[in-house]
């Protein structure tokens, strides 16, 4: 069984669309993260909800917006899509919201704008 | 897949010596420090994690350095094997009350057969 799942694995959409990607976890985790890894690999925190509750907030456009229905789902939707979102957006989960809880990923969900 | 123009600091090695991965961070007060392991086309995966107040860990084939007084960590991978090709990322967590990971550049290793 897939620990942290995300889809979709791959999405192509134009400039001005509205996209989401969705998560889950079954490790019975407590937070989820949203991570994005640019086109050099480097890998940044967007966001972490801890039981449904916003924690890290990391400087991200309002156009993307995190949701999360329960503490085992953690979804991503962008609004206005640009160019500059392209990037692979991985998901991922930690039993604890403090420091030193292992941090797994999910398999990452490329996106492309054109 | 890879990105054209990617310039990742890369590391090559022979199948079966050893490899050292080594990596600066940048906060001197995170307090947890992660490998990950990244092949191509998937997610980062859990390799070791040390704590602050050891300064060294090991497991199946790999061992992790701490030296906090440079602010360094390695990780070194014994009888380095092909499935071992990929990139490898150090990340700090800066530490308190959120588990945020900083992550590090990223190094590509390859091994040649």
């Known amino acids: 069984d897939t620990a942290v799942s995300q889809t979709p694995k791959y999405l192509v959409t134009q400039m001005g669309n509205d996209k989401s990607i969705k998560c889950e976890q079954n490790?019975?985790?407590?937070?989820m993260y949203w991570y994005k890894q640019d086109s050099k690999k480097f890998l940044k925190i967007m966001f972490s909800y801890n039981n449904k509750e916003l924690i890290i907030n990391e400087t991200v456009p309002n156009r993307f917006s995190p949701k999360s229905p329960d503490k085992a789902h953690l979804n991503l939707h962008i609004n206005s899509l640009e160019l500059g979102d392209s990037a692979v957006y991985f998901c991922?989960?930690?039993?604890?919201?403090?420091?030193?809880?292992?941090?797994?990923f999910g398999e990452g969900s490329w996106l492309t704008v054109v | 897949g890879e990105s054209v123009g990617l310039h990742l600091p890369t590391l090559s090695v022979q199948e079966g010596d050893n490899s050292i991965i080594n990596c600066a961070y940048s906060?001197?007060?995170?307090?947890?420090f992660i490998w990950y392991k990244q092949e191509s086309g998937k997610g980062p995966q859990f390799i070791i994690d040390i704590r602050s107040n050891m300064d060294k860990r090991q497991g199946q084939r790999v061992t992790v350095l701490l030296n906090k007084t440079v602010k360094h960590l390695s990780l070194q991978i014994a009888a380095t094997q092909p499935g071992d090709s990929a990139v490898y990322f150090c990340a700090e967590n800066i530490g308190g009350a959120t588990n945020k990971l900083i992550f590090g550049t990223g190094t590509l290793l390859a091994v040649q057969p």
């Open positions: 991922a989960s930690s039993q604890t919201r403090r420091s030193g809880g292992t941090i797994y």
């Open positions: 906060n001197s007060a995170s307090d947890y």
């Open positions: 490790l019975g985790h407590d937070t």
